[in-house]
């Protein structure tokens, strides 16, 4: 079955840049979509068609991808940022995978 | 301002059906893929299936031919039911709004449903 690859953690300091990449066998082929989930809580759509921010969702989100990789990026973390991030791939041969799932640290 | 709302029996015996449906609220359902998304504790995001608007509709491999979506246009509603479910199964249950390749725009609060004899 098609999986999506993420690292399992990142950490890093307020005010630095947290990277969190996201890798699939024909990723390239396909837009990728990031949501962060916070506990107790629904996700939400941070970036969408690998490089979108929908409306509300801070500018230090941004998202990237190159080759069979994608990546969200995160400038300037905050506290309020430590979440889990998972990316979604959509394509027409995927059935809408998602990745396990990144925690994000922020201290 | 578009709403989700999942609703259904939160404990399901083993081998029976799980029945959820999930009510559309402020907004259209057209021209959108109607989502099921669960979560089991302490775990990832799976994707189980979606009902475009029109009635096609899509599932996980993974499940084995136990999942069906299906819509209710006329109601703004949407429905999960998985069958034959084990404690496997027992998970929050998420109904979403999809767009293609720009994601799940809009998602449900979630349910807990746990599979449990």
């Known amino acids: 079955s098609y999986e999506l690859t993420q690292p399992p953690s990142v950490s890093v300091s307020p005010g630095q840049t947290a990277t969190i990449s996201c890798s699939g066998d024909t990723l390239g082929d396909e837009f990728a979509c990031w949501y962060q989930q916070k506990p107790g809580q629904s996700p939400v759509l941070v970036i969408y068609?690998?490089?979108r921010r929908p409306s509300g969702i801070p500018e230090r989100f941004s998202g990237s991808s190159s080759g069979n990789t994608a990546t969200l990026t995160i400038t300037g973390a905050q506290a309020v940022d430590e979440a889990d991030y998972y990316c979604?791939?959509?394509?027409?041969?995927?059935?809408?995978?998602f990745g396990g799932g990144t925690k994000l640290t922020v201290l | 301002q578009v709403q989700l709302q999942e609703s259904g029996p939160g404990l399901v015996k083993p081998s029976e059906t799980l029945s959820l449906t999930c009510n559309i609220s402020g907004g259209s359902i057209s021209n959108f893929y109607w989502s099921w998304i669960r979560q089991s504790p302490g775990k990832g995001l799976e994707y189980i299936g979606y009902?475009?608007?029109?009635?096609?509709?899509s599932q996980n491999p993974s499940l084995n031919n136990r999942v069906t979506v299906s819509v209710d246009r006329s109601k703004n509603q949407f429905f999960l039911k998985l069958k034959s479910v084990t404690a496997a199964d027992t998970a929050v249950y998420y109904c979403a709004r999809g767009r293609g390749h720009s994601g799940y725009d809009y998602w449900g609060q979630g349910i807990l449903v746990t599979v449990f004899s």
């Open positions: 068609h690998d490089d």
């Open positions: 009902v475009y608007y029109t009635g096609s509709t």
């Open positions: 979604q791939a959509w394509g027409s041969g995927t059935p809408w995978v």
